[in-house]
């Protein structure tokens, strides 16, 4: 094997993605979307957490109900005179959710289905388990009696075990983001893999390198490794450019005040690690899956899927499941990793496990490639 | 020299219902071209002589046969054989988004040369195919024979003892084919080893020695062009084609 050939081959392959406008903007922009996506979603959560929703009585609410209802942030209640201009507002979407009252009986309508309503069928609801049990011991005081020893026969207390102060906000952000850059990851290697496969046959020039006096190990080898390169760099550019953006999005944003993205040199480095394997991974996958398309839309089609496997443990985590089998799906089991170490949460046996596995994964895609493109089908299909 | 030696090339292709068939691009082909000598394979498209040609350059294994270049076989010197060929071919495309003295330096890099050499060698074929006046220029922007020469300075850059040339003329006005056929008839005369496929002709009978007349796969005459339309009884290469084919030229035209 002589290395001077892969060498030459990778350079090749490097200044062709680099100077091909196309390519090179997605190279620029994959990158980009990641501040954009965290300050976006810094925005929303900043809205949906100071929103205000407006529920509608058909009734006056007493004094009492009103200092409960002060205390509620997001809560805004309209009072109307009956039940017809309740509804009309409810029509008119004026109010997110109404409470019809009959004699002393409360009905809350909102449709749950919806962000505005959820909100406003619990907060209701809150408004008025409030106000029943201030009801409740006013009663038991007019019996002469202590609504302690009715309420709290036991003493209840709570304390959160969530770690460095995360919330499902956060886990979300987090796994989106992780997930988005093994995404990159695997996006660039589709990007490189159908330009330097199909893209070179369609090209035709293809054959003018195989008359070159070059094994096609080599020739493949050049074109994995200029794949796994640059979809390590970009990788690793993304991930480098989450950091100032979380940073920043703690100053900007009330939701992300709390985040706690873990970025010492030990975690950086096992990122870069990480990234690094799945970048190898990746670049072998959509070679081996590339190797067939004669097109580059064919390529494009074939190589489609494997930019979902990332959103795997992203959904896994919104799903709350965790289950050993999962860390040896390919590449999803990298964001899996990558999501534990932001968030501090290394288990060590199934580091191992996924490092492991990805090596392997990778070693035997490399053996497959290099049979594959020894094939004539592969090769002038 | 090149010696193709019973050499035949099996594919096979989905027939109309579905069912896989195997067909003969190449069959039973021998013959040979010496050193300082320009043999022409002559046929219509379809004939199998971009297969042959690839087979004869390496990227292409045959079926059965062997093709042996300077006593060499794929088998055992695939390195060694390449390094002293060159193909090119009409249909062969050149990187568009690199220049052409970054495209020789590229292919320099892969023919293993003398670090020492390879300025002044690209300097060399740059004045030689006078490209000097684009020589910096991405091959993209450059016209249809500018691109051929192009591709014929990248074929001669290391001084190969075997061409190997598919159509190179295949189309190019009369100024950018005279410029390759020159090229063609000066390497002849260094005592080069050169296989030349075309469908025109007229441009065969000008610069080849020999011919290989190959009609579906099978050669159906080899000779100098004199002897092959003395052998027919026809004045001139087509005509003689078109018999051995049993048709005639003007009804097939």
Not at chain 1, 22 to 27: A, D, I
Not at chain 1, 155 to 170: A, G, Y
Not at chain 1, 297 to 311: H, N, T, V, Y
Not at chain 2, 203 to 226: H, Q, Y
């Amino acid at each position: 094997m002589k290395w001077n050939n892969i060498r030459i081959t990778i350079f090749k392959e490097l200044r062709g993605i680099i100077r091909d406008k196309k390519s090179l903007q997605k190279l620029i922009l994959y990158p980009l979307l990641i501040p954009s996506i965290i300050l976006l979603f810094g925005f929303l959560f900043d809205s949906v957490n100071e929103s205000k929703y407006v529920i509608g009585v058909n009734y006056s609410l007493s004094d009492v109900e009103k200092s409960i209802i002060k205390e509620y942030k997001n809560l805004e209640v309209e009072e109307y005179k009956n039940k017809k201009e309740v509804e009309d507002a409810y029509q008119n979407q004026k109010i997110a959710g109404y409470i019809l009252k009959k004699d002393n009986s409360y009905t809350i309508y909102a449709d749950e289905s919806q962000n505005s309503g959820d909100a406003a069928f619990s907060l209701g609801l809150s408004y008025l388990d409030a106000y029943n049990k201030y009801l409740e011991t006013e009663a038991i005081l007019l019996q002469g009696m202590d609504p302690d020893d009715i309420f709290n026969p036991i003493t209840i207390d709570s304390k959160s075990l969530t770690k460095d102060d995360s919330n499902m906000m956060t886990t979300i952000m987090y796994s989106l983001v992780i997930t988005y850059i093994i995404m990159i990851v695997v996006l660039v290697c589709v990007v490189v893999v159908t330009d330097a496969t199909s893209g070179e046959k369609e090209r035709g020039t293809l054959e003018t390198i195989l008359t070159f006096p070059i094994k096609s190990f080599e020739l493949v080898l050049g074109k994995y490794l200029a794949t796994a390169i640059l979809g390590f760099i970009v990788g690793v550019i993304s991930y480098l450019l989450s950091i100032p953006t979380f940073n920043l999005s703690k100053e900007m944003f009330k939701s992300f005040e709390d985040i706690v993205f873990i970025t010492n040199i030990s975690s950086i480095l096992l990122v870069i690690v990480v990234i690094l394997l799945s970048a190898f991974l990746s670049a072998g996958i959509c070679m081996a899956m590339a190797g067939k398309a004669r097109t580059y839309k064919e390529a494009q089609s074939s190589l489609q899927f494997i930019s979902f496997l990332p959103m795997i443990p992203y959904f896994l985590k919104i799903m709350e499941i965790d289950n050993t089998l999962f860390e040896f799906i390919p590449i999803a089991n990298c964001g899996s990793l990558l999501n534990d170490i932001v968030m501090n949460q290394v288990h060590i046996e199934s580091f191992i496990t996924i490092i492991l596995t990805t090596i392997l994964y990778t070693a035997i895609i490399i053996i497959y490639i290099s049979k594959q493109y020894k094939k004539e089908e592969t090769l002038f299909s | 020299m090149l010696k193709i030696d019973h050499v035949s090339k099996e594919f096979s292709k989905k027939s109309e219902d579905g069912k896989l068939i195997s067909f003969l691009a190449d069959n039973d082909i021998s013959f040979e071209v010496k050193d300082g000598e320009i043999v022409g394979l002559l046929g219509p498209n379809g004939a199998g002589k971009t297969t042959l040609l690839r087979m004869i350059a390496g990227i292409m294994k045959p079926t059965s046969g062997t093709v042996l270049v300077d006593d060499m076989s794929y088998d055992k010197s695939d390195i060694e054989i390449k390094k002293n060929i060159s193909f090119l071919s009409g249909n062969t495309k050149l990187y568009k988004d690199i220049s052409c003295v970054e495209l020789l330096k590229m292919c320099a890099g892969y023919y293993d040369m003398d670090k020492s050499i390879i300025s002044s060698r690209i300097d060399e074929v740059v004045k030689r195919f006078d490209m000097s006046s684009f020589k910096n220029q991405r091959i993209g922007n450059l016209s249809t024979g500018q691109v051929q020469r192009v591709g014929v300075a990248r074929c001669v850059l290391h001084d190969p003892h075997n061409y190997i040339l598919d159509e190179a003329t295949s189309g190019l006005d009369i100024i950018s084919s005279q410029v390759i056929l020159n090229f063609i008839k000066e390497e002849r005369n260094k005592g080069k080893c050169i296989i030349y496929s075309t469908h025109y002709m007229e441009e065969a009978e000008n610069i080849c020695d020999r011919v290989v007349l190959i009609n579906k796969g099978k050669v159906i005459a080899i000779g100098s062009c004199d002897e092959i339309e003395k052998n027919t009884n026809t004045t001139n290469i087509r005509d003689a084609f078109f018999q051995l084919i049993g048709g005639d030229s003007d009804e097939m035209e």
